[in-house]
């Protein structure tokens, strides 16, 4: 019962400010018991001790520091959030991998959905001489003439075709070409006198390819890649103009 | 028309006067006036508290230059949020609890961090309480304003090895001599369990200024 009460007294003692006034019940308790006496002198003490800490003065500049902090943060203060720029700057990488990731895709998928291709070096290494075929044949846009003779070898031109060794049957060509085989379709007759001569290609979606036969068993094959610009302006003079072919 | 009297004849005026006054000077009016762009008015709540929450914030942490860092930002984050500020509690009891809360995040990241405790080398080999680093001297001093420096350090530094749920209520009980009803308020928790972490509070530090006492 005594031990209670001390208990009850304590915790009451504890509660009291320093400078506050017992209750009377408390006074007469701690003039009885002497563990509660020792208690309160400890407390006391130890209540003066931490209290004698005191305050702590702030440095002299502490408002000159503040205000250059909230200066500093006014203006930092951009109208788009200049306090988030690092989430801002993870949802930019964000959008950014996205954005790779699109890009990978379409690319992947317009490789994957690509025609097949066929090697036409492969399959018809020596290009056969060209052919009259009816139902490929270009209407050509000038006039023809009785004077023909096989594209890209006027008459004018005296120099020799490279490569004039007529590849075999079974050679293979060192350099393959990925093109859609066009050796059987006619070749375009264009007159010698035109020395620029424009014909329609029909050939836009594939890669075109062009023999060339200067009569003699030479042969040489121009494969061009697919053609997305209508028509070729080709020059039968040597003087082709930048960006002409 | 003799009968009309002027507000001062009457007596009111200085009752008045001294409302208006204590009305404008007051930490909410003060806070207000902040929030329409009064550079002076904040200017005088910072002067106000600046030296309690440093040394409130000083108390919690042990390191002054970082306390006068994070009472700063206290202020910052006043004048941010004054806007916002409700007056459903005293001004003193909103800045106390901005902070408490950045005193104890930064215990916390101090924590974190697992900064070697210089009187983590001293802990007993029994997993005791550690030793301090600073055992009291027991040789007589001759001045006595050492010995009230060495106490204060002692006090300080015991203060630093409680848990920050007990150090935050006695630093505002103790050293600062907030009632226990604001107390609560600040920590956002009843007054029964203040009272309660208080006692324990002086609990701990009585055994570990036992050499003192």
Known sequence: MRKNNCEVIRRELDELMLDEAASAPVSEHLNDCADCREFHQTQTKLRQMVGSLGTVAAPADFEFRLRARLANDSNGALPFGFAYWPFTRRGLALVSVLILFAIGAVVMWNSMNQPAVTNVAERNPAPAPPRETPQQVQTPVAPRDTQEFQAALPESSPQKIRNERPIEAGQRVKRQLSSVDFSNTRAEVIRATDPAAVFPIDASLQPMRVSLDDGRGNARTISVPTISFGSQRTFASGNTQKGSW | ?213
């Open chain 2, 1 to 213: 028309m003799d009968t009309l009297t002027t507000i001062d004849e009457m007596g009111f005026a200085p009752t008045l006067q001294q409302e208006m006054l204590e009305d404008t000077t007051s930490d909410h009016a003060l806070l207000e006036a902040t929030r329409t762009g009064d550079q002076d008015a904040f200017a005088e709540l910072v002067s106000r508290y600046r030296n309690q929450i440093t040394s409130y914030i000083y108390r919690m942490t042990n390191d002054y230059d970082g306390a006068v860092d994070l009472a700063q930002e206290t202020f910052v984050r006043v004048y941010r949020a004054a806007d916002r500020y409700q007056r459903s509690y005293a001004f003193s009891t909103y800045i106390y609890r901005i902070a408490t809360n950045l005193a104890i995040s930064e215990l916390r990241k101090r924590k974190r961090r697992k900064l070697v405790s210089l009187t983590g080398f001293f802990q007993q080999s029994d997993g005791g309480e550690p030793q301090e680093l600073n055992p009291p001297d027991t040789r007589p001093l001759q001045d006595l304003e050492l010995v009230d420096t060495e106490r204060r350090n002692a006090v300080q530094r015991a203060i630093g090895t409680l848990p920050e749920k007990y150090r935050a209520p006695l630093i505002l009980r103790d050293v600062d001599g907030r009632s226990y009803d604001e107390i609560a308020k600040i920590l956002e928790t009843s007054e029964g369990t203040v009272k309660s972490r208080i006692s324990r509070a002086r609990g701990f530090l009585r055994e570990k200024m036992r050499a003192y006492l």
